[in-house]
């Protein structure tokens, strides 16, 4: 019996600890692979979200330079200039899930005035920008949302206010803006937000607030992001 217990205690006791050591490796192999998956989803679903906004920013931006070759056709190379900037921003920088802060915030600029031409005399534009660092990443994309959603559904003769302030790493966009209740393209705003979140939801999970207002005829979001 001696001979025998000794001979299962040399034999069974290894067996079970190398049993052991390849589940464990099993299972790490396992979560790996996990993980890489679900890194691959983010990047297909950030590059799929990103890819449903940047037609209808580049759209706008040319609707202006055209109508502006008609009317102002001395100032369209400038035009033309902001906008080359804008695709470069839209078709490289933003491939990156974070970018320097100012190429965003130099893309915001670009675009603001853009609207600010398009809509000279039928809507008032008000940007107030506050930002001393720009030594910040953020993920690219994701502000001009808000301020599209607002020129895009703002009703005519109305103002459009937008502020955009940095305090240390704390980032804070808020836009407010007019828009008619009856109107079908608010709907389709929410498309926009809803992306919007998700990509917040992706990128910025436990690092953010989004609070979006809306009462009679105003329209408020207020977007806090805390940068890296």
């Not at 490796?25 to 790996?32: N, P, R």
Request: with cysteine; glycine share 0%.
């Amino acid at each position: 019996m001696k001979c025998l217990s000794d001979y299962l205690w040399q034999t069974i006791v290894p067996l079970i600890f190398f049993s052991f050591v390849w589940l464990l490796f099993k299972y790490l192999d396992k979560e790996k692979e996990i993980q890489e998956k679900e890194k691959e989803r983010i990047a297909m679903e950030l590059k799929f979200l990103k890819s449903q906004i940047n037609p209808h920013v580049l759209f706008n931006n040319l609707n202006t330079i055209y109508s502006y070759s008609f009317e102002k056709p001395e100032e369209t190379p400038s035009l033309i200039l902001k906008l080359s900037k804008n695709l470069k921003h839209v078709l490289y920088e933003s491939n990156a899930n974070y970018i320097p802060l100012d190429k965003e915030i130099q893309y915001i600029d670009n675009y603001i005035d853009f609207q600010k031409i398009r809509t000279q005399g039928i809507k008032t534009v008000i940007y107030d920008k506050v930002i001393n660092i720009n030594n910040h990443q953020i993920a690219p994309l994701l502000l001009i949302t808000i301020i599209e959603n607002a020129f895009k559904h703002s009703t005519i003769h109305s103002t459009i206010n937008i502020k955009i302030q940095l305090t240390e790493h704390k980032l804070e966009c808020f836009c407010e803006n007019s828009f008619n209740q009856k109107d079908e393209n608010n709907n389709k705003s929410a498309i926009g937000i809803d992306n919007l979140k998700k990509r917040l939801n992706l990128l910025y999970k436990n690092k953010y607030s989004l609070n979006i207002e809306k009462k009679i005829d105003r329209f408020k979001v207020q977007l806090k992001l805390v940068l890296s």
